[in-house]
C-alpha cells in the first residue's frame, strides 16, 4: 500500500482555509498520480493504492465541509470513481482469500474453491471494465480540472439549509491546528457513539459503521500528526489495530451472507455465480467455507472487544483529549549556519 504524500508547506499555525485547500490539493494529486500508475487489467496493487487515496480525500472532504461551499463540488463524481474501485478491489481480496483457502484443504474442496476462483475472477473482469472510463486520461482529467476549479473559488464561504451563501467564519478566525482540534474531537465522538455495537455482536451493519468510524479517526489523527510534534501517531496505530479487527470481522460477514445465499438453493444468483454453484463440487467447499468463516468471524470480534475493554481500562479516550490541548512540543533551533527548520510539514507518511 502506497504510504500518504507528505502535505508540504503546511503551516499549522496559519489560516485554516489555506491549510484545508493545500490539503485537497495534495490529496487528489495522490489519487490522481495512483491513476496514472495503474499498468494493467490485474493491476492487484494499483487498484488498492488509488482506492486508499480516494478514502484519503474523501475522508478530508468530509472532515473540512463546514469550511468551504460544496456547491460546485464535483462529489457524485468522485463518489462514483470511489465506487468503482471498491468493486474491483473487493473482488481481488476475494480471489486472494480463496486462493489462500485453496491451499488449507483437501483436494476435493480445493477444487471447488477453483471454480469460485474462476466466478470471482470473472467478476473481477466485469468490475474492472466498469472502471476503465472512470479513470481513463480524458475522463479523469476533466475530473481533475473541475476539482482543481472548484478548489481556487472555495473556502470561507458556503450555503445555508435555504441555499443562500453565507460566510463562514471558522476558516477565516481559526488556525489549521485549531480545525485539528475540532476535527478529532468529532470523530472520536462519532466513535463513542456507535461504541454500544461491540454489546451487540450479531448485529453486523452496527459494527460496520463502527469500522467506518475508527476509519475517519484514524485518516484525522494521520492528518493532523504534524500539528502536534508527532505525538498523534501513537494514537492513530492504536485506532488503526480496531479497524482492523472490524475489517476482518466485516470481511467474514460478507463472507458468511454470501455462502449462505450460495447454499440457499431457494435465492437467486447473479448469472456467473448460478452456473458455477450448479458444479456438484462447489456446495463441499461453500460448506467448509462457512464453516472456516463463522469460527474465524468470533475470533476477530473478541480481538476488537478486547481492545476496546484496554481502552476503557486505560483511559484512552482521555488521552486523545488530553493530546489535543496540550501545546505541541517546540521546535528545535538549527545549528548556527544551517538553514531553519521553516514551517511545520504534512503528516509523515503512512499507509
Known amino acids: ?49 488509488m482506492r486508499v487515496a480516494s478514502r484519503r480525500l474523501r475522508s478530508a472532504l468530509r472532515d473540512f465541509k463546514g469550511f468551504y461551499d460544496r456547491k460546485t463540488l464535483p462529489k457524485r463524481r468522485l463518489k462514483e470513481v470511489a465506487r468503482a474501485l471498491g468493486e474491483v478491489r473487493d473482488q481481488d481480496v476475494a480471489v486472494e482469500a480463496l486462493e ?13 474453491i477453483e471454480l469460485l476462483i474462476a466466478e470471482r475472477r470473472v467478476l473481477r473482469a466485469q468490475a474492472r471494465a466498469r472502471l476503465e472510463p472512470f479513470v481513463a486520461v ?41 480545525a485539528g482540534v475540532e476535527v478529532i474531537e468529532s470523530r472520536l465522538a462519532e466513535l463513542l457513539e456507535l461504541s454500544d455495537s461491540l454489546n451487540h455482536p450479531f ?20 492528518l493532523f500528526s504534524s500539528c502536534w510534534g508527532g505525538a498523534l501517531k501513537p494514537l492513530a496505530r492504536e485506532v488503526s489495530g480496531l479497524q482492523t479487527a472490524l475489517g476482518d470481522l466485516r470481511d467474514c460477514d460478507t463472507w458468511i451472507a454470501d455462502l449462505g445465499a450460495r447454499l440457499d438453493r431457494r435465492r437467486e444468483l447473479p448469472e456467473v455465480a448460478a452456473a458455477s454453484a450448479a458444479d456438484p463440487r462447489v456446495r463441499p467447499a461453500a460448506v467448509w467455507l462457512l464453516s472456516h468463516y463463522t469460527k474465524e468471524r468470533g475470533e476477530h470480534f473478541c480481538r476488537a472487544l478486547a481492545r476496546w475493554q484496554k481502552w476503557e481500562a486505560e483511559g484512552f479516550f482521555n488521552r486523545v483529549r488530553d493530546s489535543l490541548h496540550n501545546p505541541p512540543p517546540p521546535k528545535a533551533e538549527a545549528p548556527a549556519g544551517e538553514p531553519g527548520t521553516g514551517a511545520t510539514t504534512g503528516p509523515t507518511p503512512t499507509t
Open 1 to 49: 500500500m502506497a504510504a500518504a504524500k507528505e502535505v508540504e508547506g503546511l503551516d499549522c499555525g496559519a489560516g485554516a482555509g489555506e491549510g484545508i485547500r493545500l490539503v485537497l490539493r495534495t490529496r487528489f494529486g495522490e489519487m490522481y498520480d495512483q491513476r496514472a500508475a495503474l499498468s494493467g487489467v490485474e493491476d492487484v496493487k494499483g487498484v488498492h493504492d
Open 100 to 112: 489462500e483457502m485453496r491451499s488449507k484443504t483437501s483436494d476435493a474442496e480445493a477444487e471447488g
Open 138 to 178: 480524458q475522463s479523469f482529467g476533466n475530473l481533475r480540472a473541475k476539482f482543481l476549479s472548484w478548489l481556487e473559488q472555495t473556502g470561507g464561504a458556503g450555503r445555508d439549509k435555504k441555499n443562500v451563501r453565507i460566510t463562514l467564519g471558522p476558516a477565516h478566525a481559526m488556525s489549521f491546528r485549531g
Open 203 to 222: 448485529d453486523f451493519e452496527p459494527l460496520h459503521a463502527m469500522r467506518i468510524a475508527a476509519k475517519r479517526l484514524r485518516y484525522a489523527l494521520e
